[in-house]
């Protein structure tokens, strides 16, 4: 348990416990949640059932199970729907996928995370890890870059704080200085470049979605093989990029996006 949940008290270790079933990615037994809860068994146990008398987990007795529960699939549909960029972008991706021919990736922040709300798969689909749903790194991918590039000093600090700086490929970040150099180059040029930092042989181009007032509402990329795309044609689809974050930052302030602490 993080000093957050505890200090939130039963509340921020009841939705620690749901995260933590989440997390998984599968439907997980109690033996397993047990000894990465930080609880003692009772207690954990007691906020296990909590959470499935609320329908927020779903317990399958014939194998002794706990998964996401449907009620929590409502509030998800919800969120999307009213604190998610994607319903807004969706037009803008949809374009911008159709004339580049390429991946497409709509983020934002959660925690010093990258949440990956929608994508658009290129006309020649590469496997790579973003897909919508999934969390990853925010420093070591071109949408994490470009949000944390224009993030306040003191929110930008927590983020950093938050990031593991572990080495995915010979061309990633992994302390703090470096990383902060980089955001002062992608604050200067107006993009981020992931050049092979989180996954090998995958490129991309990245933008970040500001509102008016230079608030961080997410961040848009394109994402290519270096095999496929050499570095001066990604380069060159700077401007497409960045227009495309403009629009959706227009609808978005149209839309009255909702205020929040993302970072």
């Keep these: 348990m993080t000093g957050r949940e505890t200090s939130d008290g039963t509340v921020g270790r009841t939705l620690a416990v749901l995260d933590l079933v989440a997390g998984f990615g599968r439907p997980v037994r109690f033996a397993e949640l047990l000894p990465v809860a930080g609880l003692p068994k009772a207690t954990l146990y007691r906020f296990l059932q909590a959470l499935t008398h609320q329908d927020m987990l779903a ?3 014939a194998h002794q ?7 929590l699939v409502r509030l998800a549909h919800s969120a999307w729907a009213q604190s998610s960029l994607a319903p807004v972008a969706r037009a803008v991706l949809d374009e911008l996928a159709e004339a580049l021919g390429q991946t497409i990736h709509l983020a934002q922040l959660d925690n010093g995370a990258v949440l990956y709300v929608d994508k658009r798969n290129a006309k020649l689909p590469v496997e790579m ?5 999934k969390v990853g ?7 994490g870059k470009a949000m944390l590039a224009h993030l306040p000093e003191d929110r930008l600090a927590a983020a950093i704080d938050r990031q593991s ?26 993009y981020a470049l992931d050049d092979e930092e989180h996954e090998a042989g995958i490129a991309c181009i ?3 979605i500001l509102s008016g007032a230079g608030r961080v509402l997410g961040a848009i990329s394109v994402t290519t093989t270096t095999a496929s795309t050499p570095r001066d044609r990604l380069l060159a689809l700077a401007g497409p990029v960045r227009d495309a974050a403009a629009r959706i930052a227009q609808a978005a302030e149209a839309w009255r996006f909702p205020e929040h602490r993302s970072a």
């Design 59 to 61: 317990f399958d007795e």
């Design 65 to 71: 199970t706990y998964a996401p529960g449907m009620r």
């Design 129 to 133: 890890f973003a897909q919508s749903g």
């Design 137 to 143: 790194p925010a420093y070591c991918t071109g949408v």
């Design 165 to 190: 700086f572990h080495r995915h490929t010979p061309s990633t970040l992994t302390d703090p200085a470096a990383l902060r150099a980089d955001l002062a180059r992608i604050r200067a040029r107006g």
């Design 206 to 208: 990245a933008a970040p």
